[in-house]
């Protein structure tokens, strides 16, 4: 086990696993980790970022596209619980989401169809937002567009889908999202009880994902990720083709985007365009830069800071709390460079390493000392015992 840990340098997940399952649920109360439920969310972002920019070089500032797909996927299968014949009966005709009746939809839509099953709607969770990714990353990849072009075409992926959203307003609820999510194959998601198990059922899988990317991190690929992120042309040279590395790890980051939206989905209760576009997309760029871009575990506690600041700042400063947000983020990143991850493997870690180093040098020149002391009593001791069995 240990050698386990040591190989997959497992003991920060372990730290972080205890922090989230005891620490903070007997330390906080429900609305306090409700709201920590909903920073972690934005982590599982962070951690696709970790994989898709720290090792694989590609910048993407579109990551809030999958993150909304993946909230939206779950949002429709909850709109459609909350719409039955019954509770839409005022309608003019029941049974399909109240802004499609204002809009004067008479019926469900066809792509809507597939969300009436949860098995299914868990799968586009996952389903739908890689498929975008691989159609993005494909056509770009493939003609070896990257850099800040990537960047760019990411943004501006992530506007149309925003103004998308926003101008169906009959398909997609519009510029108000899907709001109004009560239950879950009849479970009330509103309730404290409810809220408590959403949480650990989000960290769990966090977890799990943190686990994956390691595992990916450490294998084969993880290595070809770091060579073709360094020195791409040379993997390229050695008989690899690059681009399909690049598809695979935005695909993933995609995948884990699209579950951090509809563990978000499920802990608020709503989906709104407003988690698509730009900003939301640049601010989970934040959470990994923050936390550290190289750094699995730093991306969730880089997710954790920066969504507790902005928290703490807009609940005690309303006026300056977009300022104070704005100091965090460059003191951070000039004092900084690689991130709180960066702090703890190039200060904390060293400085801990030589003070064991010194306390271990110590205790083995006080243990030489004892054992000379000892020799020399010896040395200076007359055989008594010896003497008296000889006279005898």
Avoid at 25 to 52: E, H, Q, T, W
Wanted: charged fraction near 15%; charge should be positive.
């Amino acid at each position: 086990m240990k050698e386990l840990i040591h190989r997959y340098q497992l003991a920060s997940v372990l730290l972080l696993t205890i922090l989230l399952v005891i620490v903070l649920p007997l330390s906080l109360d429900i609305f306090r980790l409700n709201l920590v439920g909903k920073y972690l969310c934005y982590a599982f972002v962070a951690v696709g970022l970790v994989m898709v920019w720290g090792y694989g070089g590609v910048l993407s500032l579109g990551q809030g596209v999958f993150f909304g797909l993946g909230g939206y996927a779950m949002a429709m299968f909850l709109k459609l619980e909350a719409s039955d014949p019954e509770s839409t009966k005022i309608q003019s005709t029941p049974g399909i989401p109240d802004f499609m009746d204002w809009n004067q939809l008479t019926e469900l839509p066809t792509f809507w169809l597939p969300f009436k099953s949860l098995p299914l709607s868990l799968l586009l969770v996952v389903l739908v937002p890689m498929a975008l990714a691989w159609l993005i990353s494909f056509a770009m990849f493939k003609r070896r567009v990257g850099g800040v072009y990537f960047a760019i075409i990411t943004q501006a992926v992530a506007l149309i889908l925003t103004v998308l959203i926003i101008g169906q307003q009959g398909y997609t609820g519009g510029v108000n999202g899907m709001t109004d999510l009560k239950t879950l194959l009849g479970w009330d998601i509103r309730t404290d009880s409810a809220k408590t198990i959403l949480y650990f059922v989000c960290v769990a899988l966090l977890i799990a994902s943190i686990l994956l990317c390691r595992w990916i991190q450490t294998s084969k690929l993880g290595t070809l990720l770091l060579a073709m992120r360094d020195k791409e042309d040379r993997v390229r040279f050695s008989g690899y083709d690059v681009s399909n590395f690049k598809v695979f790890t935005f695909c993933l980051a995609a995948a884990l985007s699209g579950i951090g939206g509809a563990l978000f989905t499920l802990q608020v209760g709503f989906m709104s365009p407003t988690l698509v576009g730009i900003v939301p997309s640049i601010e989970m760029v934040i959470f990994a830069a923050v936390g550290g871009r190289m750094s699995l575990v730093g991306a969730v506690y880089g997710a954790l800071l920066v969504n507790a600041g902005k928290t703490l700042f807009s609940e005690s400063f309303p006026d300056l709390w977009l300022f104070l947000m704005a100091a965090l983020f460059i003191g951070v990143t000039m004092a900084f460079p690689m991130g709180l991850a960066g702090v703890w493997e190039d200060k904390v870690k060293p400085w801990w390493r030589s003070r064991r180093a010194a306390h271990k040098a110590y205790d083995e020149q006080l243990l030489a000392r004892r054992r000379a002391e000892a020799a020399a009593v010896v040395e200076t001791t007359p055989p008594a015992a010896n003497t008296q069995g000889a006279h005898a």
